[in-house]
């Protein structure tokens, strides 16, 4: 027991340190680099006093440019990686990703249709959100009403909502001034955190923190829900409540991550099979450990998609390149074994 819990806090311990890394290098790249020591230095002047040996344009950089972006990259990262490992438990399917409830297709239709009427900025958010967890919550209810598996009924229910969505934002692009509105429909699909600052940052934070506490609090019983149904339930504990309170939480943060982000794939998928590669099986470890990871991975990819080309890429472009060819990876070296 003792060599698992010290195993827990070891592997917890290094992703936490990996997390840093990347959050620190991730100043230092970019048309204005910050060195790390000139990076501490800048942030620790807001608490100590620090003498400034820096250029004001450095500190707007850090405070006003780089922290919000790494911050909502951060946050994202882990709402993806840990809603993928959620539904993955909880459909007890590796294949399960964050849109497998038609949230993704549903928010995706509110930013396209909000777009078109000329909303921008936090009004395209707003609709993004509402859209998406108004297709989960249709989802719910046409599942819970079926029949038998309750939880084939989510996985079909999610299926027809989401082709609905899908073919009503397929529509609202065909409908779109292709001078204007399409451009930015397809821009915001494809899915990018060019331009996010403070704004979106203090939109997120407090819903994301709320989505968030939930899971990490019912993780140790996170682990009931990959068992059979009639075999949770014999344990005498609120199988479907606990069900249901992590399908919300994941829910949220992944209409969150639309409505500030748009469509970023492959985060959700991949992120929960290296998890439990590297941390296991055991939820506890599991949950912080996916959050960690998804957040480093995305920060990282983020920097990328700033850095590589004079004008940025898109991050869902970079995520699908990276994720498609290490899921296959996955999928032939499970096959060998």
């Known amino acids: 027991m003792k060599t698992t819990?010290?195993?827990?806090?070891?592997?917890?311990a290094a992703l936490i340190?990996?997390?840093?890394?990347v959050f620190i290098l991730s100043f230092s790249i970019g048309r204005f680099p910050v060195s790390p020591i000139e990076l501490i230095r800048i942030m620790l002047s807001r608490i100590l006093p620090i003498e400034k040996t820096w250029a004001a344009q450095a500190e707007a950089v850090v405070f006003s440019i780089r922290l919000p972006r790494i911050a909502v990259s951060s946050l994202i990262g882990a709402a993806l990686a840990l809603s993928g490992y959620i539904f993955q438990i909880i459909f007890r399917n590796p294949m399960v990703s964050p849109d497998v409830l038609g949230c993704s297709a549903g928010a995706g239709f509110g930013a396209a249709f909000a777009l078109l009427l000329g909303m921008s900025g936090s009004g395209v958010s707003l609709s993004a959100f509402i859209a998406g967890l108004a297709a989960v919550m249709i989802v719910w209810r046409i599942g819970s009403v079926m029949k038998g598996n309750h939880i084939l009924g989510l996985i079909l229910s999610g299926i027809m909502v989401s082709s609905v969505?899908?073919?009503?934002?397929?529509?609202?692009?065909?409908?779109?001034?292709?001078?204007?509105?399409?451009?930015?429909?397809?821009?915001?699909?494809?899915?990018?955190?060019?331009?996010?600052?403070k704004e979106e940052l203090m939109l997120i934070i407090i819903p994301m923190i709320i989505?968030?506490?939930?899971?990490?609090l019912l993780s140790w019983r996170l682990n009931i829900l990959s068992l059979p149904e009639e075999e949770a339930l014999s344990l005498g504990l609120p199988v479907r409540m606990i069900r249901?309170?992590?399908?919300?939480?994941?829910?949220?943060?992944?209409?969150?991550?639309?409505?500030v982000a748009g469509m970023?794939?492959?985060?959700?998928?991949?992120?929960?099979?290296?998890?439990?590669?590297?941390?296991?099986?055991?939820?506890?470890?599991?949950?912080?450990?996916?959050?960690?990871?998804?957040?480093?991975?995305?920060?990282a990819v983020d920097t990328a998609s700033r850095s590589m080309a004079t004008s940025e890429i898109p991050i869902g472009i970079l995520t699908s390149f990276i994720g498609a060819p290490f899921f296959l990876y996955l999928i032939i070296r499970e096959g060998q074994r």
């Not at 930015?184 to 600052?197: D, E, N, P, R, V």
């Not at 989505?211 to 990490?216: D, E, K, N, S, T």
Request: glycine share 6%; aromatic share 8%.
């Open 17 to 21: 340190v990996i997390y840093l890394a």
């Open 211 to 216: 989505a968030f506490i939930p899971v990490l």
């Open 264 to 299: 970023i794939g492959w985060v959700g998928l991949v992120i929960p099979h290296i998890t439990r590669m590297t941390a296991g099986t055991d939820a506890r470890t599991a949950v912080p450990a996916s959050m960690l990871l998804g957040a480093a991975f995305l920060t």
């Open 5 to 12: 819990e010290r195993r827990r806090k070891e592997v917890l």
């Open 165 to 197: 969505f899908q073919s009503a934002t397929s529509f609202v692009k065909l409908v779109a001034d292709p001078e204007n509105e399409l451009p930015a429909i397809t821009y915001f699909l494809m899915g990018s955190l060019a331009g996010t600052g």
């Open 244 to 259: 249901a309170i992590a399908i919300a939480s994941a829910s949220l943060m992944t209409a969150l991550t639309v409505a």
